[in-house]
């Protein structure tokens, strides 16, 4: 690739990469301000992201404005950090993720999940009391299950809903305990439960209670997060390809500032 056309290529690549940033980190401080602290706790790392890829942009694009091969050098190394770093999560991302395949019951038309069920990082995640304490008050103050007698009106419609992953093992118990389902937000807890799984004593009717005690609301968030790493490595494989073809455009860009400073 020749040096205008490879520099050409670095210089609005990264520009409209810093704009990008720029625009993230707008929104990430309008969230921060915007949002409870459940929220306001995941915009960090996207601040922090965006932070790192605008400084690499300014070093990128000025590398290539100035056709200076130390600047380009120092991008190069930065982008390759990136790509490496993006490599090893979505590999661990696609390992860590590939339990927990859930279990449907007869009459429901969602799936019922297990805790064990899930990888060893899971369970060391969401086993762990500070971890659990936090996630906890943030599934509370959710509308998961706050909500569910307003979407599911008749005991019917509740019935033939299609629950999500969090709202069938945290807001209600699992159907192995045999409890009626009065409507979608209470449950007839008179009944001795049918199973002896401890989660069918955890429940309770109250909004502050739940199940958010139990080991299916924990698999329910496990669930959850599986889906969510999944979506996310899936990103990282398509951002991964495309930073490759970057850091190859940069590469002869690189080549190309040195030997024009060598002829220098």
């Given at each position: 690739?020749?040096?205008?056309?490879?520099?050409?290529?670095?210089?609005?690549?990264?520009?409209?990469?810093?704009?990008?940033?720029?625009?993230?980190?707008?929104?990430?401080?309008?969230?921060?301000?915007?949002?409870?602290?459940?929220?306001?706790?995941?915009?960090?790392?996207?601040?922090?992201?965006?932070?790192?890829?605008?400084?690499?942009?300014?070093?990128?694009?000025?590398?290539?404005?100035?056709?200076?091969?130390?600047?380009?050098?120092?991008?190069?190394?930065?982008?390759?950090?990136?790509?490496?770093?993006?490599?090893?999560?979505?590999?661990?991302?696609?390992?860590?993720?590939?339990?927990?395949?859930?279990?449907?019951?007869?009459?429901?038309?969602?799936?019922?999940?297990?805790?064990?069920?899930f990888s060893s990082w899971f369970l060391k995640q969401l086993n762990n009391t500070q971890n659990w304490k936090r996630?906890?008050?943030?599934?509370?103050?959710?509308?998961?299950?706050?909500?569910?007698?307003?979407?599911?009106?008749?005991?019917?419609?509740?019935?033939?809903?299609?629950?999500?992953?969090?709202?069938?093992?945290?807001?209600?118990?699992?159907?192995?305990?045999?409890?009626?389902?009065?409507?979608?937000?209470?449950?007839?807890?008179?009944?001795?439960?049918?199973?002896?799984?401890?989660?069918?004593?955890?429940?309770?009717?109250?909004?502050?209670?739940?199940?958010?005690?139990?080991?299916?609301?924990?698999?329910?968030?496990a669930q959850f997060m599986k889906t969510e790493w999944r979506v996310v490595a899936i990103f990282n494989v398509i951002?991964?390809?495309?930073?490759?073809?970057?850091?190859?455009?940069?590469?002869?860009?690189?080549?190309?500032?040195?030997?024009?400073?060598?002829?220098?």
């Open positions: 690739m020749g040096m205008g056309t490879s520099n050409f290529v670095i210089r609005w690549i990264n520009f409209l990469t810093m704009l990008l940033a720029i625009a993230v980190i707008i929104f990430g401080v309008w969230m921060s301000t915007h949002h409870d602290s459940c929220r306001r706790s995941l915009t960090f790392p996207v601040l922090g992201l965006a932070a790192f890829i605008f400084v690499i942009s300014i070093i990128g694009f000025l590398g290539a404005l100035k056709n200076n091969p130390v600047l380009l050098w120092i991008y190069l190394i930065m982008l390759c950090i990136i790509l490496v770093a993006i490599l090893v999560f979505t590999v661990l991302a696609f390992i860590v993720t590939n339990n927990g395949s859930g279990h449907y019951v007869p009459g429901l038309r969602y799936k019922e999940y297990e805790l064990q069920d996630l906890k008050s943030c599934l509370v103050k959710s509308d998961d299950c706050n909500n569910l007698s307003k979407k599911y009106k008749t005991l019917n419609q509740y019935k033939s809903a299609k629950l999500t992953p969090i709202e069938a093992g945290c807001c209600r118990p699992p159907s192995e305990c045999g409890y009626p389902a009065v409507s979608a937000s209470y449950y007839d807890l008179s009944f001795h439960p049918i199973s002896s799984n401890k989660d069918c004593k955890l429940y309770k009717n109250s909004q502050a209670t739940k199940c958010y005690n139990c080991d299916s609301c924990k698999a329910g968030v951002l991964f390809v495309v930073l490759s073809i970057i850091y190859f455009v940069g590469c002869c860009a690189r080549r190309n500032a040195a030997a024009n400073h060598s002829k220098a």
